[in-house]
């Protein structure tokens, strides 16, 4: 361990460390208190996404997920005789519903939208568990920043960016429900310059990422407003949030 050690504090939030990085760093963090506060900081920060982005699944999924029980066969206990390729490929298989479990309670944690259809189920597990890897790569940056706003209306937007890792997350939360005619589309705003745009989401929770901050070099604040959902090249007049970069 070195002075590179302080930068693990992100990592260590995550629970992304070995288990022998995790006890070297808890022995330097119980003599180091800059370490010791920033770790505080930064679970306080991960608790109040989730409480910003949480949201309860609705009955269709345990319906849906109920009703798949009761059509699975089951798998029968292990036999001392049977062959070790056999118990392999079993093992195999209970791993992979564990990890299809973990991704459920992932997406559920960041309040995506959930279909009914067994596709549309499999669509939106992969595009959240795409934006929960994306949001702990984020978090663990050392130059992460977290910066949240209130939405006109009711809800809340809140962005974790980092750019050592050039890139963003915008979620939103308890937004106003939109038309299907219309968008909520997140931009760039400079004090000199017209504003960027920097993606779009149609549903009032949701998360809208940036793979590349570039655009966004200058930018003091972060502006949501409400477009046709083919989107727009300039802000309408229907902006429902500001917040502050800086």
Request: one cysteine or more; glycine letters at 8%.
């Amino acid at each position: 361990m070195n002075n590179d050690v302080h930068t693990l504090t992100g990592a260590y939030v995550l629970d992304a460390l070995s288990e022998m990085e995790r006890r070297a760093f808890e022995d330097h963090m119980a003599g180091c208190p800059a370490c010791h506060q920033e770790v505080a900081e930064l679970r306080e920060t991960t608790v109040r996404l989730g409480t910003a982005a949480a949201a309860v699944p609705p009955p269709q999924l345990w319906h849906k997920v109920h009703a798949a029980i009761g059509n699975t066969r089951q798998l029968p206990p292990f036999s001392v005789n049977e062959p070790a390729r056999l118990r392999s490929k079993r093992r195999a298989s209970r791993v992979a519903v564990f990890a299809a479990a973990a991704s459920i309670l992932a997406a559920a944690g960041l309040g995506v939208g959930w279909m009914v259809t067994n596709n549309d189920l499999q669509d939106e597990l992969a595009q959240s568990q795409t934006e929960l890897s994306r949001l702990q790569a984020l978090l663990s940056a050392p130059d992460s920043k977290v910066v949240k706003g209130d939405l006109q209306g009711g809800g809340t937007a809140t962005a974790v960016l980092s750019p050592s890792r050039n890139a963003m997350v915008t979620m939103l939360r308890d937004a106003p429900p939109l038309s299907g005619t219309s968008v909520y589309q997140l931009w760039y705003v400079r004090d000199d310059g017209p504003p960027v745009p920097a993606g779009s989401l149609a549903s009032s929770n949701g998360a809208i990422p940036s793979n590349d901050l570039t655009p966004a070099q200058g930018a003091t604040k972060l502006a949501i407003s409400v477009e046709p959902a083919a989107g727009a090249t300039a802000p309408g007049p229907n902006i429902v949030a500001a917040i502050s970069l800086v």
